[in-house]
């Protein structure tokens, strides 16, 4: 036995280290922005040798954006008088529809699979559109944000036991 474990012990500090390095060289990855020959602003791993592009950063370091986006929205809200308010509201109801904000790809990119409900609204707003469905005592949710004149994706993002499972992004015109 210990032959056995002192052969085993100097080479955990070496498993350890490995396995670091490997951790670590996955989270490396660098994600660049670039525009083509037709406008169209792209991103991908590899960025293209014809064109120049810029490395964005898609790390969160763990810090939940909240700030200015959502303070100026609250307070233009706020600006707004209660009279103003309603008599829109009237008119969104009569027409049966509200416009859609969708998702911009800045907020998409900082989302992943396993983050919490409450950090998903934080981060990209309450969604255009909700659905709930009940799978053997599991609850499934999607959000829709849909698509706009200036983001044509719609993005569908599904929830279970209140945590993101799947992210899905389509571009619809």
């Excluded at 959502?70 to 809200?77: G, N, P, Q």
């Excluded at 989302?111 to 309450?126: D, I, P, W």
Aim: with cysteine; hydrophobic share 40%.
């Amino acid at each position: 036995m210990d032959i056995i474990n002192a052969g085993f012990w100097p080479m955990s500090p070496v498993i350890g280290v490995l396995l670091y390095l490997a951790a670590v060289g996955c989270l490396a990855a660098d994600t660049f922005k670039w525009v083509d020959e037709k406008g169209v602003t792209n991103y991908g791993e590899k960025p293209p040798h014809s064109r120049p592009a810029q490395t964005v950063n898609t790390h969160s370091g763990a810090i939940i954006e909240g700030g200015a986006q959502f303070t100026r929205k609250a307070a233009l809200e706020n600006e707004r008088s209660a009279a103003e308010r309603i008599p829109q509201a009237d008119m969104a109801a009569a027409r049966g529809s509200v416009s859609a904000h969708g998702m911009d790809f800045d907020v998409f990119i900082r989302l992943q699979t396993g983050m919490t409900e409450g950090e998903l609204l934080l981060r990209a707003g309450r969604p255009d559109h909700e659905g709930v469905e009940s799978f053997r005592h599991d609850v499934v949710k999607s959000y829709y944000y849909f698509p706009t004149v200036a983001n044509p994706y719609i993005t569908v993002v599904t929830l279970r036991g209140g945590r993101i499972a799947n992210l899905e992004r389509t571009r619809k015109f």
